[in-house]
């Protein structure tokens, strides 16, 4: 099992070398040195630069004045950010109007749902796509947003230890999203942890907050975080008045999205290019196959050939289906083929059969990785 374990890393760590980083320093003394070897291979003898620092709080930022339906209010916001809503049937076609000045993107989302009597509480799935509930008052959930990601309650657990007079202990468990235009490559554990119950009294963080630092693919918009509290006082406490904390994450931002629509009538291979701010030249992605190699029963593969600049374009570029329907399927990022030119040759498959075949291929990727820190702050967590 170990050894398939090594292989699989093998094979598919180059296609994720942030991944195989987070784990360069990893407690275990094997797969410290599993990993390590594996970077060496990739020639990554030394721990890759940290990224440019940068102002992750102003990314994803909204300001929206607009009277209108909600379907017409959710599309004003979203626009140009790669994502779409599922709504509930038979909703209303009332006029709803909001008011929202430079607040974060998941802000001004659960703003928007709440006027139309909805909300958002989900994650947006690999395609890029959110479902919309009906809203019960009664099942409010204490988040916080900040920059383009958000936290929300989803857990508590109370521990307290059988025989021994030691205070209570308490896991917060949140959940992380963050929005299609972004991705999460690495985050550390939370520090500046502030908690305070109704009548003031503190938490400290509990011993199982260790400074640890995660990677992450892109297949995910949604992950889980812990925070441990250990009170000062041994009685048991209803709930806490405030939960802040600060969250250390590498972004990949500034996203761009080529589309090949009326995939039937295109003659392949078709190339599309991307103007550069910088004025050099256009970054490119041709087109080349959409097939089923295999037959019916086998994965569908696109194969694309791409020219972009910098290494953060390169690993961050991601294929989507498109289906009349309005579905999205990821499509897995299979072989790479980097040549000497500069061009980077993809091989992506996906699974699942469908009764149509996909009427677009969308293609996209990163141009700039940031490290900094996002505040999160919330509010009237229950702790029993």
Do not use: C
């Not at 374009?313 to 294929?319: D, P, Q």
């Not at 061009?343 to 075949?357: M, Y």
């Amino acid at each position: 099992m170990r050894e398939a374990a090594r292989d699989g890393l093998a094979e598919f760590g180059p296609q994720v070398p942030e991944l195989l980083e987070a784990h360069r320093d990893d407690e275990d003394p094997e797969v410290r040195r599993t990993v390590r070897l594996l970077l060496q291979g990739l020639g990554r003898d030394e721990p890759v630069e940290p990224a440019p620092p940068g102002d992750l709080a102003a990314l994803g930022r909204v300001t929206l004045d607009a009277r209108g339906t909600l379907p017409f209010l959710l599309r004003t916001l979203s626009d140009g950010r790669g994502m779409a809503f599922t709504l509930p049937e038979g909703l209303p076609e009332d006029w709803v109007e909001v008011a929202l000045d430079d607040v974060p993107f998941f802000e001004a989302l659960e703003t928007v749902a709440k006027a139309g009597g909805l909300a958002a509480r989900g994650p947006f799935d690999a395609a890029g796509r959110m479902t919309l509930t009906p809203a019960e008052p009664s099942n409010a959930v204490p988040s916080a947003a900040a920059g383009p990601m958000r936290v929300t309650l989803a857990e508590v657990t109370s521990i307290r230890t059988v025989g021994a007079e030691s205070a209570r202990r308490y896991v917060v468990g949140l959940d992380l999203h963050w929005l299609p235009d972004v991705q999460l490559t690495q985050r550390r554990t939370p520090r500046d942890i502030v908690a305070v119950d109704a009548r003031g009294r503190g938490f400290k963080p509990g011993g199982a907050m260790r400074d640890t630092t995660w990677g992450y693919s892109t297949s995910t918009r949604t992950v889980r975080i812990d925070v441990h509290l250990e009170p000062d006082d041994p009685e048991a406490i209803e709930h806490l008045e405030e939960l802040s904390f600060t969250l250390p994450v590498r972004l990949q931002h500034d996203r761009q999205v080529v589309v090949f629509d009326a995939l039937a009538e295109l003659e392949l291979p078709v190339t599309r290019e991307v103007k550069r701010a910088s004025g050099a030249a256009a970054d490119q992605v041709t087109l080349r196959a959409v097939e089923r190699p295999d037959g019916d029963h086998g994965p569908l593969v696109v194969d694309v050939l791409t020219r972009l600049e910098g290494e953060t374009a390169g690993r961050s570029l991601a294929v989507v289906l498109l289906f009349e329907d309005g579905t999205a399927l990821p499509a897995s990022t299979g072989s790479r083929f980097p040549s000497a030119d500069g061009t980077l040759g993809l091989r992506a498959r996906a699974w699942g059969r469908r009764e149509k075949p996909p009427v677009g291929i969308r293609v996209s990727w990163f141009r700039v990785e940031e490290e900094g820190d996002l505040e999160f702050s919330l509010s009237g967590i229950p702790l029993r």
